[in-house]
T-cell receptor, first 109, second 116 residues
Framework: EDQVTQSPEALRLQEGESSSLNCSYT??????LFWYRQDPGKGPEFLFT???AGEEKEKERLKATLTKKESFLHITAPKPEDSATYLC??????????FGPGTRLSVLP | GAVVSQHPSRVICKSGTSVKIECRSL??????MFWYRQFPKQSLMLMAT?????????EQGVEKDKFLINHASLTLSTLTVTSAHPEDSSFYIC????????????FGAGSRLTVL
């Protein structure tokens, strides 16, 4: 059965303290890996899509990388406004995407 | 970019009434839309996959007669919670698959349902 896991479950950082979130996947096929950000009471907001191992994408303080078994979301010098839940999802050529449980990030001022 | 509109954002109803939530793709056609339910501090739980012009595919454990899904056009899917009860209170989110070379899943803003 295809599966996506994320770690840590929750992460507290001080403002400016860089870190990484992990998304590990076991799937029969990978068409794309997606990162989303979700704020409380809102729908997930699309951040990145990665398609092949070795690919990297950046947006402001965020950088996503992909290997054959996992993806990392690196957060450089985070700010309090980066606090959110970050969701990872895989398009495994199925009819729907497989989502991980998310990482709740809190950035303290 | 692809935009998905979900309405209403909040709804409060009495027990036993039915509530309809709309999900529209504003600037693209979506043959496939998805409906999720989310409990506090938990991840998305897929309820059903909605395909335009055909019956929805429900996930195991989701009551088809309780959660009616209609996808009558390429830009609109609706979720109707029938005879709602307090245990149906939750955050419901829709998403639409945007196929323009590569699949991208775009989400609505969510609908908070409270059943009194």
């Amino acid at each position: 059965e295809d599966q996506v896991t994320q770690s840590p479950e929750a992460l507290r950082l001080q403002e400016g303290e860089s870190s990484s979130l992990n998304c590990s996947y076991t799937v029969s096929g990978l068409r794309g890996l997606f990162w989303y950000r979700q704020d409380p009471g809102k729908g997930p907001e699309f951040l990145f899509t990665l398609y092949s191992a070795g690919e990297e994408k950046e947006k402001e303080r965020l950088k996503a990388t992909l290997t054959k078994k996992e993806s990392f979301l690196h957060i450089t010098a985070p700010k309090p406004e980066d606090s959110a839940t970050y969701l990872c999802a895989v398009d495994n050529y199925g009819q729907n995407f497989v989502f991980g449980p998310g990482t709740r990030l809190s950035v303290l001022p | 970019g692809a935009v998905v509109s979900q309405h209403p954002s909040r709804v409060i109803c009495k027990s036993g009434t039915s509530v309809k939530i709309e999900c529209r793709s504003l600037d693209f056609q979506a043959t496939t839309m998805f409906w999720y339910r989310q409990f506090p501090k938990q991840s998305l739980m897929l309820m059903a996959t909605s395909n335009e012009g055909s019956k929805a595919t429900y996930e195991q454990g989701v009551e088809k007669d309780k959660f009616l899904i209609n996808h009558a056009s390429l830009t609109l899917s609706t979720l109707t919670v029938t005879s709602a009860h307090p245990e149906d209170s939750s955050f419901y989110i829709c998403s639409a698959l945007h196929s323009s070379g590569a699949n991208v899943l775009t989400f609505g803003a969510g609908s908070r349902l409270t059943v009194l």
